[in-house]
C-alpha cells in the first residue's frame, strides 16, 4: 500500500505544477470583442414602395439602421454587408393585412458548408492562440444592413433588429 503513496504524491505535485503553468500562461491571453479580420462581402437591394403601404425590415443576424436620400423616388435601398465566407445572406418577403397592407422583409444568413466553415475558425483559433489574443468569432455570423429610403416615405418603414420582435410585434397586433 505504501508504494502507492509515492506515485500518488507525484502525481498530484505535477498535476499542481501543471495547473499552475497554465494559469499563468492563460492570463497573458487578452480578449477582443470584434470579429477576426476578415472579407466582408457587400451586396444591394431595391424594394418598390407601394402608395399606402406600410413595411418593416428585419434583420435577424446583426445591425441595422435607417437612412433617408431625397434622391430616391419610391424605392427603398437596402444595402447588407456580412463575412460571405461564413454564410450566405438571404430574404423573403411576405404580407399581413389587418387593418392596413404591412410587408415584412426579413434578411438572415444561410450557412454554408459547416465543414469547411469549421475548420476556418479552427484555423483562426488557433492563429488568435499563438498571438495570445481572443476574438469574438461568434460576429462572423452577424450583418449589417443599411436601408435608404425617400424622406417623404420614412414613416411607411419599421426598422426591426431581430425576427423574434417582429413575431411579438405579429402577435399584439392580432389581440
Known sequence: MKRYWIPLLVGVILFGIGCGALWFEVTEFSYIDQAPTYQRKTENFVFPIVENGNYRIINSDGTIQLQTDDNLKDEIKVEVTYYS???????????????????????????????NMLKKIKNMVFTDIKDKTFHNYGLLNDT????????????????????????????????
Open 85 to 115: 465566407d461564413f454564410g450566405n445572406i438571404g430574404h423573403y418577403e411576405n404580407s399581413y393585412y389587418e387593418s392596413e397592407p404591412v410587408k415584412n422583409i426579413v434578411f438572415y444568413m444561410r450557412e454554408i458548408d459547416q465543414w
Open 144 to 175: 449589417t444592413i443599411v436601408v435608404t429610403v425617400p424622406t417623404d416615405k420614412k414613416e411607411q418603414i419599421s426598422i426591426i433588429p431581430d425576427e423574434d420582435e417582429a413575431d411579438e410585434e405579429i402577435e399584439e397586433r392580432a389581440d
